[in-house]
Each structure stands twice: as C-alpha cells, then as structure tokens.
C-alpha cells in the first residue's frame, strides 16, 4: 500500500485538520472528500512545495474551507486545531517543530528516521501516546505516533522506546526480523571489535524483543 493512503487510514474526524509540511496536500484532500474535517489548513516551508498543494485544493481554498500558510512548522497554526499531522520529514525536524511551538490537542507523527527521539519528547512533555506502531509501505516501514496533549501520560519501556507500543503486532514482528537480517547481515563484514560488540548487542537486544514480546 502506498505510504500516504496508509497514513491517512490513521487519521481521525475532526472540526478542523491541519498538515504541517504538506507537500502536494493529499492527506488534506482525503480529510475533505471523506468528510473528515470542517475546514483545514495546509502549511509547508517551502512556498513551491505549499504551491503544489494549493493547485490540488485551489477549489477548497476558492470557497473559503482551506487556509494556506507558508512558515516554518507550527507557525500560524492555532493550538486549539483539532488535529495536526506531521509526516514526511525527520524525528529531530518533528522535535524542533514541537519545541518551538507546542505539542498539538490531537496529532499524528510519521518520522522518517530518528523515531525514538519523538518518542522521548513526547514523553517527556507528558503526552498522552495512543498508538505507535510501524506499517510496511512498498519494502519499507514507517512508524505512526497518534496521540493527545493532555490525558493520562503514557509509560514506555526500553524495548518500547525502541521499537513502539505494540511489541507484538505482527508489523512489528516484521520490521524487528528485517532489522535483525540486516544486523546479520552486516556481521559479516571486517570489523572492529567495537563495533561487532555494538551489533551483536543489538541482535541479543532484539531476539529478546522478538522471543518476549
């Protein structure tokens, strides 16, 4: 399943919905042709990029539903939006945005890279996580981060800061056992005793993961 129809499966009804570095603005789109949201707005630093998804939403824009902004993150945003997704870009990019901004009332986060980072932000600042969890999209996994800035703070262990809440889904499962093949894989090389030791720590760290769930 292509990445963007998969993350938009995750996204929730709300009054008004808004996508931070929106790119060509599908997600956007799928929100308003499923009746998901009120009203939206798209936003992206990138004033070609924004350009793009205004094309694709001219009508919406047109008739007052979908506002534009070109900023940086969660510039010109409102924090009582009901729900921000921030996808597509990385982990240390999502954490800066929070950072300077604020952590949203309802949010999906897909991080390209750098997962735990978000995780351990969100953590620290006490949000409420709902569902972490990787999806497989064309030979690759993406991680999806739902959840809320207030209720109950969500508690993680060291195996879930690796690798998400769902330990025993069998998405999962099979990010865990194409990340081992590769550490594996790897063991094969020359390499210095500090760095096999650093490997065959991990695999030891995710057979158990694997084995205990």
Known sequence: MDRIKKLCSYLDK??????VGCDHGYCTLYMLKNGLCER????????????????LLAGFIK??????????GLDGISEVVGQVLIAGMGGE????ILKNSF????????????VRAVREYLLSN????????PFESRGK????????????????NGK???????????????????????????LERDLKDETRRQIENDICFMEGVINEG
């Open 160 to 186: 879930q800061l690796e690798f998400g809440l769902n330990l025993t889904g069998k998405a999962t499962e099979k990010y865990i056992q194409t990340e081992l093949f590769k550490k594996r894989a790897y």
């Open 40 to 55: 939206a707005v798209i936003s992206d630093i990138s004033a070609k990029c924004l350009q793009k998804a205004e094309t």
């Open 63 to 72: 008739n007052g539903v979908v506002a534009s902004v070109c900023g940086n």
């Open 141 to 156: 996994f993406y991680f999806v981060i739902k959840g809320s800035k207030c209720g109950v703070p969500t508690a993680y």
């Open 14 to 19: 709300c009054s008004t919905f808004a996508d």
């Open 103 to 114: 952590i949203p009332l309802s949010f999906v986060l897909q991080p390209m890279k750098n």
């Open 126 to 133: 006490g949000a409420h996580i709902t569902l972490d969890e």
């Open 93 to 96: 990019e999502i954490v800066d």
